[in-house]
């Protein structure tokens, strides 16, 4: 009973135990469940918060990822394009689904973020939706990145192509070829059909610059791989063109013969690729692109030919040509020392000789590459100096440079296949490096060399020179540096003293000593030691060169020669000894029987020139500017002479008479201009084309006006009467007149017969100057009756003629109106101190014929103190070409344009001169008007009124904009004398507001010396005139 008892007193604990243990372990579970789901929930809130709070952040590291992505898209792009167009290769099509979706995320991503900047802090879902959205979508892009890498390829296959990047020499210092890249390459992307042509010398970088733009289309898509290469070798033909055109895309035309039917076949292959550019390396020569069956309207096809000729270019019709240029100095010089090797360090002095070196390949590129590999890796300044010495001594250099540049410079040379261009190109290398040639300088030297043609005539053989130095350039080997000069590159010259061997050429090196007599080989031909600092030469020199023909030693300050000089000098044919001190000719002179052009100009202490009797061969000598008091003896025997020049010869005391009519075959006659001459002297010069030369009076110019028109030969001249003239004088080291002048200076008109002398003016003349002449007629044409029928004559200047009241008279007369349209040329009319001038003009009985001054481009008048009124209506009609117009100190002038006898004006009438830019009225003290209607002048652009008080009204109209006046579109200023202040304000206007329009534009200019105002202290001024020709000084009242 007990055990019973116990049993079920321990059941009972048990069970109390058990329930308590499993409340105990109920409330485990429950607060552990609880936990968990306040962890999840303040997660869950975490993340809520998150989102809503960071949905900026959020958005900023989305677009970090989509950058990312976008750059894997660009480099994949890259690579597809680099493929498709090179190689041919097409791209899968998960490739295009992936490029597909890289753009559609890109834009959700733009969207998300103008959401995100859009949504109110305060809207709870929005921000929690959004930054839902932004999370999905970063992951997504991260997929996308992830997949870029396309581990299976990019590609489905591969097409065979002939479209290869070409192998290009990278440079240093290549920023004028990134220039002439980026030129072409915008006229490339122009969708029209286009020609391109680049010219240059040998070795220039024309075919690197074409190798770069070729590799840059096959990377454009625009293109798509239609890009075509092909050397042309200089022996090419059209059959052989043929069939490299259509070896490159793939074309068979071995089957065919016929010229006509490749061309056909070739024209519909090539016609068929939209957009096609077929790049022709080193064309030599044109050739007609029909022929050889290249499209010419294939839309947006191209054609980019290289060539050493621009003439070539031209010829094959390209629109847009471009030189390759040397490379300037700094360029050049990097790119020597990347060619020495990127490891080299120089010492300085070492550095200075290196850069020698390099100045010597003068910016050609080839030259630059060459030298610098010949020099890799040399540290020595005794090896660098010997290699600039073999550079001088040799004018080329080391072999290596040899053989790279010079077969390519011969090349040029060889292939300009005229001998008379070859003959002048290796002319032009006797000048110093770098040195500017004057064209009409080389022509003449062509001339007396007798290098080119024959012609008849001196202009046409000038013609001739200025086609070859064309030519010349054209094909690179001459460079232009401006319209009268010619350069010749420094490796191009080397190469041409390679090839004249045969002649010594040491100009410009600034030599001391002449070379020594062992110098001067036997079969020596030309030598040229111009621009030095020879002085002397040695005493009893005298170098055997019986084959020599040319001897130059212009230029140099040498005193004398010894008389032996020239005794084994036989064949010599040109000797230019100008710009020398030399005061005697050797005797030995007097015996070169061949010699065929003496050039001794600008010899300004020479004062004997040996007997001429045996130089029956001279055609040209040139004695200008020296001190020669006496002629020398047997000058009269040059019956060839063709080119005479003796201008400047001050201290000449005579021509002996009747020897300048022994000269029947001159062409050119240059005569002193303090030594008049007879007209009946040149009367036999059945020949001359250039004259200069002073007559006593106008009988003497009237004959040979007359002699020379009958003969009609005479092209050019500065004929002067009356008194020498400086400013009419030829410049010494002109070789050709350009003038068509006539001056007639201090000559007195009374002395002629009954004072009724008329002067014979030629029919082309272009240029009349008179001045100080008295005893001419009230109306100057009356003296001059040609001179209103003259269609040539540009500039006429008169001054200081006290007699002459107007230059011309119109009336209706028979013989006027022959005449047709006075000064119908006449582009610029200077007329000053005239103190008797009424009018310009003289109108008797009807206004001038239309045209008359119709060309007029520039009027001065000053001091003319009794002219009243400038022009007439009748005459400002026809000033159509008017651009200048210069009033001066005219005390009486009353109007610049006033009424007449035969027009007037009304209120409607306007005043047009539409070219009119520059107006200068200055101390005109009685004009009242400028013209009394409106005047229209759109093109001003200065206006000077200076002391022109009497004027109350300015005539000018100004241009409406929107119905409101404005300033003339070109107009710059308006220059007033402080003192004109006042008067400016007080001025009258036809238009509205026009003083405060016009205002911005006016300056007020202190003049300094003028009328009213104190004259300066002359002994307190320093005047620096370095190049002062002339001093006037007028006496003012």
């Not at 076949?265 to 069956?293: M, P, Q, Y």
């Not at 030598?527 to 212009?554: G, W, Y």
């Not at 001190?581 to 002179?589: G, V």
């Not at 009269?636 to 000449?652: P, T």
Request: hydrophobic share 40%; with cysteine; proline share 4%.
């Amino acid at each position: 009973m007990l055990m019973d008892a116990e049993a079920k007193e321990f059941s009972s604990v048990l069970w109390s135990k058990s329930a308590a243990i499993s409340d105990l372990l109920m409330a485990v579970i429950m607060a552990e469940m609880l936990s968990n789901m306040a962890e999840k929930f303040l997660n869950l809130a975490a993340e809520l918060l998150c989102d809503y709070t960071g949905v900026e952040e959020k958005i900023q590291n989305l677009k970090s990822e989509v950058q990312v992505l976008e750059n894997r898209a660009a480099d994949v792009v890259a690579v597809l394009e680099e493929e498709e167009v090179c190689k041919g290769k097409k791209r899968k099509r998960e490739v295009e689904d992936w490029l597909a979706n890289v753009e559609k995320k890109k834009t959700k991503c733009d969207t998300l973020d103008q959401e995100v900047k859009q949504t109110r802090f305060y809207n709870v879902y929005s921000r929690l939706y959004l930054g839902k959205l932004v999370k999905k979508t970063r992951l997504e892009v991260e997929k996308l990145v992830e997949h870029s890498k396309f581990s299976d390829g990019l590609f489905l296959e591969v097409c065979k192509t002939k479209a290869k990047r070409l192998v290009t020499t990278e440079w240093k210092g290549q920023r004028a070829l990134k220039q002439n890249l980026t030129t072409i390459w915008s006229w490339l992307m122009n969708d029209a059909d286009l020609r391109i042509g680049i010219y240059g010398m040998g070795g220039i970088g024309k075919t690197t610059l074409a190798m770069r733009i070729h590799n840059k289309l096959l990377t454009d898509p625009k293109f798509k791989g239609r890009v075509y290469w092909i050397n042309v070798s200089q022996d090419s033909n059209v059959h052989k063109l043929q069939n490299d055109i259509a070896s490159v895309i793939n074309l068979d035309l071995s089957s065919e013969d016929n010229e006509n039917q490749r061309a056909a076949e070739l024209f519909e292959a090539l016609s068929r690729r939209k957009r096609l550019v077929l790049i022709l390396d080193d064309v030599w020569n044109h050739f007609d692109i029909k022929k050889i069956g290249i499209p010419l309207g294939s839309y947006g096809s191209k054609l980019i030919i290289t060539s050493r000729s621009v003439d070539v270019c031209h010829r094959m019709g390209c629109q847009k040509n471009i030189k390759v240029e040397v490379l300037s100095e700094e360029e050049a010089w990097e790119l020597f020392l990347d060619k020495l090797g990127s490891g080299i360090k120089l010492h300085p002095d070492t550095e200075k000789v290196a850069k020698e070196v390099a100045k010597r390949c003068a910016g050609l590129p080839l030259g630059i590459i060459t030298m610098g590999g010949c020099m890799r890796g040399v540290i020595d300044i005794h090896e660098w100096r010997d290699a600039l010495e073999e550079l001088k001594e040799s004018a080329m250099g080391p072999d290596d440079m040899e053989i790279e540049v010079l077969p390519l410079l011969l090349c040029s040379f060889s292939r300009l296949r005229d001998p008379k261009l070859q003959r002048c190109f290796l002319y032009c290398s006797l000048y110093p490096k770098d040195y500017r040639i004057p064209r009409e300088e080389l022509i003449s030297k062509f001339i007396s060399e007798e290098l080119m043609d024959k012609r008849n005539s001196r202009q046409a053989c000038f013609d001739q020179g200025h086609a070859i130095l064309n030519k010349l350039e054209n094909a690179s080997l001459l460079e232009r540096a401006d319209d009268k000069y010619v350069k010749m590159h420094d490796l191009i010259r080397d190469m041409a003293l390679r090839v004249s061997r045969n002649d010594m050429v040491k100009a410009g090196l600034q030599l001391y000593a002449i070379p020594e007599e062992h110098e001067w080989k036997k079969d020596l031909s030309k030598i040229s030691l111009m621009f030095n600092k020879i002085s002397e030469i040695t005493r009893c020199m005298s170098p055997n060169c019986p084959s020599l023909s040319t001897l130059i030693l212009r230029r140099n300050p040498l005193e004398m020669i010894p008389d032996v000089f020239f005794i084994y000098m036989s064949g010599l044919r040109v000797l230019d000894l100008s710009y020398t001190w030399i005061e005697e000719l050797p005797s030995s002179i007097a015996d070169l029987e061949n010699l065929n052009a003496l050039l001794l100009t600008c010899c300004v202490e020479l004062r004997f020139v040996p007997p001429l009797t045996k130089l029956k061969a001279l055609k040209e000598l040139d004695l200008n500017k020296n001190k020669i008091k006496e002629l020398p003896s047997g000058m009269q025997n040059l019956i060839n002479l063709k080119c005479l020049n003796m201008g400047y010869m001050s201290c000449l005391e005579m021509i002996p008479s009747g020897m300048l009519s022994n000269f029947s075959h001159l062409q050119r006659l240059i005569l002193s201009d303090n030594l008049p001459v007879q007209a009946e002297e040149l009367e036999g010069l059945k020949h001359l084309e250039e004259f200069q030369g002073l007559f006593y009076d106008v009988h003497n110019l009237n004959q040979f006006i007359i002699s020379q028109q009958k003969y009609g030969k005479l092209s050019f001249y500065s004929i002067v009467v009356g008194e020498y003239d400086s400013w009419s004088r030829v410049h010494p080291d002109s070789k050709r007149l350009t003038d068509k002048l006539v001056t007639i200076k201090g000559y007195s008109f009374k002395k002629e017969i009954g004072g009724e002398g008329k002067v014979l003016l030629p029919n082309d003349i272009q240029d009349l100057k008179i001045t100080r002449c008295n005893g001419l007629n009230s109306c100057l044409s009356d003296v001059f009756p040609s001179l209103n029928s003259l269609r040539s004559l540009k500039c006429f200047k008169i001054n200081n003629c006290n007699e002459v009241e107007c230059i011309s008279t119109f009336s209706t007369s028979s013989n006027l109106m022959e005449g047709g349209e006075p000064f119908q040329s006449l582009e610029n009319l200077i007329i000053a101190w005239l103190p008797n001038l009424t009018s310009l003009i003289h109108i008797t009985a009807a206004a001038p014929p239309y045209g008359t001054f119709s060309c007029l481009k520039k009027l001065r008048i000053e001091f003319c103190n009794k002219i009243k009124k400038l022009f007439t209506p009748s005459l400002v009609q026809n000033f159509c070409s008017l651009e200048e117009v210069y009033v001066s100190e005219c005390a009486e002038m009353e109007e610049i344009i006033g009424e007449d006898d035969f027009s007037s004006y009304d209120d409607r009438t306007v005043v047009t001169l539409p070219k009119l830019r520059g107006l200068s009225l200055k101390w005109l003290p009685k004009l009242r008007s400028i013209c009394k209607v409106m005047m229209t002048c759109d093109s001003i652009e200065r206006i000077g009124l200076f002391q022109c008080h009497g004027v109350k009204m300015l005539p000018f109209f100004l241009p409406r904009l929107n119905g409101q006046p404005c300033p003339p579109g070109n107009l710059k200023e308006i220059r007033l004398g402080k003192e004109d202040k006042e008067w400016w304000e007080s001025l009258e206007w036809k238009q509205s507001n026009v003083q405060h329009i016009l205002q911005p534009f006016v300056k007020y200019l202190e003049l300094g010396f003028q009328r009213g105002l104190v004259k300066p202290d002359w002994k307190k001024m320093v005047l620096v005139c370095l190049f002062i020709r002339r001093l006037q000084v007028h006496a003012r009242s």
